[in-house]
């Protein structure tokens, strides 16, 4: 059997089994919002720890990393420690006290505790969403792309397909489906992904040292650099992952949808962990093939790999793994910006809207947003592109509120939900929030944007707040 048609075979069993997960869990989705949302708060750790995981390691991991692996070399090392390395941060300090709260989103905790602000709960909703519609739409590029690579087919049906499939079965269970393919999907990841990463370092004797020894020969003895040399570009690529993982709304969703906080921190702590080894693994991979190949396109390097260098079994095993990853990643962050847009764009402007119309809106958005993701994948110029300016965007508007919203408070006592103790007002949030946004994307601020974003809307938060605190007491 070649290549191809055990491709062909694997996607459609999959797939297969994930619509039938979600249609065994349709009904106990449709319940309420909360529960197409967050489950109702009832998911042990088993289903945590796995649906993290299986998130964590999208297609753009296996496929986005390697490639910049490939290209870059050992400094791309910078952005996956602030990229991954993020996710236990927020399991360290954040994932406990999210886990106390039944929030559906990120925005809706923001404006309960911070703001009491319809209109920044929306702005934020749409920064939050765009994390979450540029994920979705880079697991859609990476499977076009290797697919079209193995099997020669034009990656834009193939886009379109998987794009359909996980639109359907996201649709039809909200976080059921989501968690309960993502079981699934986690168990494959980690027994492929073991399988996977054995026959990449095989190719180097199983050291990494061997990896360097090969790119010096190659005469590219720089890619085996960190790149402390350029101290502030590693700091900008740290900078960038860390503040786009800390507003993403995934990583709220599991908090919000644990049991209990020691679910949510130890799930998130436990993927994370072992997410940020494989996450680096992948990107040394990318510098294996290089020193075998140096006439590849970085996305198309762990397509040749599975081609040219592992047996038709073992080749389909890490087909299996890639359309896993993919597929998990895609239904999670499509869940995630559906029910963002729904909570927090249409809940707080249409305040009578039952559950079931509130579920209604959800499953149209995942659809809506589902097919504007795929166009995104087709048009987009690479994978993390995409997340990039997603991730800068996105924190640059959204931590500042966060961190000094949670930090600077009115009284000592702790944050209860319903209550009210930050300082920070409704336009020092607007302000802060739109300022962090549209400076993050401006070149003409140089390589530093994102420091100097995240800077400025500090300062006009905790300013403008001060500005209007008076106003802002007046108005309540």
Same mark, same amino acid.
């Given at each position: 059997?070649?290549?191809?048609?055990?491709?062909?075979?694997? =996607?459609?069993?999959?797939?297969?089994?994930?619509?039938?997960?979600?249609?065994?869990?349709?009904?106990?989705?449709?319940?309420?919002?909360?529960?197409?949302?967050? @489950?109702?708060?009832?998911?042990?750790?088993?289903?945590?720890?796995?649906?993290?995981?299986?998130?964590?390691?999208?297609?753009?991991?296996? #496929?986005?990393?390697?490639?910049?692996?490939?290209?870059?070399?050992?400094?791309?090392?910078?952005?996956?420690?602030?990229?991954? @390395?993020?996710?236990?941060?927020?399991?360290?300090?954040?994932?406990?006290?999210?886990? *106390?709260? +039944?929030?559906? +989103?990120? /925005?809706?905790?923001?404006?309960?505790?911070? =703001?009491?602000?319809?209109?920044? %709960?929306?702005?934020?909703?749409?920064?939050?969403?765009?994390?979450?519609?540029?994920?979705?739409?880079?697991?859609?590029?990476?499977?076009?792309?290797?697919?079209?690579?193995?099997?020669?087919?034009?990656?834009?049906?193939?886009?379109?397909?998987?794009?359909?499939?996980?639109?359907?079965?996201? =649709?039809?269970?909200?976080? !059921?489906?989501?968690?309960?393919?993502?079981?699934?999907?986690?168990?494959?990841?980690?027994?492929?992904?073991?399988?996977?990463?054995?026959?990449?370092?095989?190719?180097?004797?199983?050291?990494?040292?061997?990896?360097?020894?090969?790119?010096?020969?190659?005469?590219?003895?720089?890619?085996?650099?960190?790149?402390?040399?350029? /101290?502030?570009?590693?700091?900008?690529?740290? #900078?960038?992952?860390?503040? @786009?993982?800390?507003?993403?709304?995934?990583?709220?969703? %599991?908090?919000?949808?644990?049991?209990? /906080?020691?679910?949510?921190?130890?799930?998130? &702590?436990?993927?994370?962990?072992?997410?940020?080894?494989? #996450?680096?693994?992948?990107?040394?991979?990318?510098?294996?093939?290089?020193?075998?190949?140096?006439? &590849?396109?970085?996305?198309?390097?762990?397509?040749?790999?599975?081609?040219?260098?592992?047996?038709?079994?073992?080749?389909?095993?890490?087909?299996?793994?890639?359309?896993?990853?993919?597929?998990?990643?895609?239904?999670?962050?499509?869940?995630?910006?559906?029910?963002?847009?729904?909570?927090?764009?249409?809940?707080?402007?249409?305040?009578?809207?039952?559950?079931?119309?509130? $579920?209604? !809106?959800?499953?149209? &958005? +995942?659809?809506?947003? @589902?097919?504007?993701?795929?166009?995104?994948?087709?048009?987009?110029?690479?994978?993390?592109?995409?997340?990039?300016?997603?991730?800068?965007?996105?924190?640059?508007?959204?931590?500042?509120?966060?961190?000094?919203?949670?930090?600077?408070?009115?009284?000592?006592?702790?944050?209860?939900?319903?209550?009210?103790?930050?300082?920070?007002?409704?336009?020092?949030? %607007?302000?802060?929030?739109?300022?962090?946004?549209?400076?993050?994307?401006?070149?003409?601020?140089?390589?530093?944007?994102? &420091?100097?974003?995240?800077? $400025?809307?500090?300062?006009?938060?905790?300013?403008?707040?001060?500005? =209007?605190? *008076?106003?802002?007491?007046?108005?309540?």
């Amino acid at each position: 059997m070649s290549l191809g048609i055990a491709i062909w075979i694997i =996607t459609f069993v999959m797939c297969g089994a994930f619509m039938w997960i979600s249609l065994k869990f349709k009904g106990q989705a449709e319940l309420s919002f909360s529960n197409y949302a967050i @489950g109702g708060k009832s998911f042990p750790m088993y289903l945590i720890f796995f649906t993290q995981f299986a998130t964590i390691m999208g297609v753009g991991n296996f #496929v986005g990393h390697a490639g910049n692996g490939y290209s870059v070399g050992l400094s791309w090392m910078a952005f996956i420690l602030g990229e991954q @390395g993020s996710k236990i941060i927020f399991a360290l300090f954040i994932a406990g006290f999210a886990g *106390k709260f +039944t929030y559906n +989103t990120f /925005p809706e905790l923001l404006d309960d505790l911070i =703001t009491k602000d319809k209109t920044t %709960r929306a702005l934020a909703g749409v920064l939050a969403s765009s994390i979450m519609i540029a994920w979705v739409g880079g697991q859609g590029k990476a499977l076009g792309s290797i697919f079209s690579v193995v099997t020669g087919v034009d990656p834009l049906p193939i886009i379109l397909l998987f794009s359909t499939v996980f639109i359907i079965y996201t =649709t039809l269970g909200g976080i !059921y489906s989501v968690v309960w393919t993502d079981l699934l999907q986690g168990v494959l990841v980690v027994i492929f992904g073991t399988i996977f990463y054995i026959y990449a370092f095989k190719e180097v004797n199983f050291s990494v040292g061997e990896i360097g020894i090969r790119l010096e020969a190659l005469g590219k003895a720089e890619m085996w650099e960190f790149g402390i040399s350029d /101290p502030m570009r590693i700091i900008n690529m740290i #900078v960038t992952g860390t503040i @786009g993982i800390l507003v993403a709304q995934i990583y709220w969703q %599991r908090c919000f949808s644990a049991n209990n /906080p020691k679910t949510a921190k130890n799930g998130l &702590l436990y993927s994370g962990i072992i997410a940020i080894l494989a #996450v680096m693994l992948t990107a040394f991979v990318g510098m294996i093939i290089y020193t075998i190949n140096q006439d &590849l396109a970085p996305g198309d390097a762990m397509a040749w790999f599975m081609m040219n260098k592992v047996p038709v079994a073992i080749a389909g095993m890490i087909f299996a793994l890639v359309l896993a990853a993919g597929m998990s990643s895609a239904d999670s962050n499509l869940n995630s910006a559906s029910v963002l847009i729904t909570n927090d764009l249409i809940k707080p402007f249409k305040p009578d809207a039952t559950d079931a119309q509130l $579920v209604k !809106y959800a499953k149209w &958005l +995942t659809a809506i947003i @589902g097919v504007f993701a795929a166009l995104g994948a087709i048009y987009a110029s690479s994978i993390l592109d995409l997340f990039a300016k997603a991730y800068s965007m996105a924190g640059a508007g959204l931590v500042p509120l966060l961190v000094i919203g949670l930090l600077w408070k009115e009284s000592p006592e702790a944050h209860e939900a319903g209550k009210k103790n930050s300082k920070v007002t409704p336009w020092g949030a %607007r302000v802060s929030i739109v300022a962090g946004a549209v400076l993050s994307q401006i070149n003409a601020l140089g390589a530093n944007k994102v &420091l100097i974003a995240l800077a $400025v809307a500090s300062i006009l938060l905790v300013v403008v707040s001060l500005a =209007t605190k *008076k106003k802002s007491e007046e108005a309540v």
